[in-house]
């Protein structure tokens, strides 16, 4: 006996024979291209595990016939790059950061290479910008803590600041006026009216006065007369409107009270002479160097 075919009475198209609750499902076929698309994406994939690695293994995966991994891609890579600048890196490792920087070949290629080693290693104190923060100076301005030549910035990359491994590091230290007793709350206070005035603010007159004359005594030794700043001892300008740890009448109180001093890691002995004189001029180079 024939079997009976079940056709759609208003789209003329066999059903499959299933229903639910008097809705049937129409046979439409898949279209024949787009079958074949399948096929051939099936097929691609099955080739592609045999030649490229795919399958995970317990300790590893499989490597593929063709032998190559991303990885491998990114070491040929770095070796091309390498070769082609061999020629400037040895220029650049055996010339001082001033007859580099004087180089018009070899300045692009140290400002290239200074970038990115300070996004791999400067921009979590300095941010991605060198736009620095508080507590961690801005590069990109003339404020200069121990100078912005490019002699001072390397000897201050190389050896850091503050940093107890390097016998050459830069140190400093502001007395703690206040911890230690050396002045008390109120002449703090004056001094700090004193250190805003220095910044064009104005305030209480009396207390400005005798400001000046305990900064006299107790600051001007290292921050200069007017507040210039020393960069042989590390000493921060404070007549400018640039400041490390906030400028508000708390913010130097606290910091004259009981200072806070920062502190760089000493780049040479980790990146290497090259690559800090890389950085050396990077650096130099944002606009803020001397």
């Known amino acids: 006996m024939a079997e009976t075919r079940d056709v759609d009475q208003i789209t003329g198209v066999e059903t499959t024979g299933h229903s639910w609750d008097g809705i049937k499902e129409l046979n439409n076929p898949l279209p024949r ?4 698309t399948f096929y051939g994406c099936i097929a691609f994939a099955l080739v592609y595990t045999v030649l490229y690695p795919a ?6 995966a499989t490597g593929g016939l063709l032998g190559w991994s991303s990885r491998g891609q990114l ?3 770095i070796e091309e790059a390498k070769a082609a600048n061999a020629g400037k890196l040895d220029e650049i490792a055996s010339l001082g950061v001033e007859e580099i920087a004087a180089n018009p070949e070899l300045r692009p290629t140290a400002i290239a290479a200074g970038k990115a080693a300070f996004k791999v290693n400067c921009v979590q104190c300095h941010g991605s910008g060198a736009e620095g923060g508080p507590g961690y100076p801005n590069l ?4 200069w ?3 912005g030549s490019l002699d001072a910035i390397h000897t201050t990359l190389e050896h850091g600041i503050r940093y107890a491994t390097d ?11 206040g911890r230690d007793g050396v002045l008390d709350r109120t002449q703090i206070g004056d001094v700090a009216e004193y250190v805003l005035s220095l910044g064009g603010r104005s305030g209480d007159e009396a207390a400005v006065e005798k400001g000046q004359a305990i900064f006299a005594d107790n600051c001007a030794a290292c921050h200069g007369e007017k507040g210039e700043g020393m960069h042989e001892i590390g000493a921060p300008r404070l007549n ?4 490390l740890y906030g400028s508000s009448k708390a913010d130097i109180v606290a910091q004259v009270t009981a200072p806070r001093h920062g502190v760089m890691p000493a780049w040479g002995e980790r990146l290497g002479e090259t690559t800090v004189k890389e950085l050396t001029v ?7 160097g001397e």
């Open 282 to 288: 990077y650096v130099h180079s944002l606009g803020g």
């Open 240 to 243: 400018d409107a640039i400041w």
């Open 33 to 36: 291209w787009w079958l074949w």
């Open 75 to 77: 070491e040929a890579s």
């Open 167 to 177: 016998d050459d590091t830069r140190i400093s230290e502001m007395p703690a006026f």
């Open 140 to 143: 990109n301005d003339d404020s």
């Open 55 to 60: 399958w995970p293994m317990i300790n590893s």
């Open 145 to 147: 803590l121990w100078g």
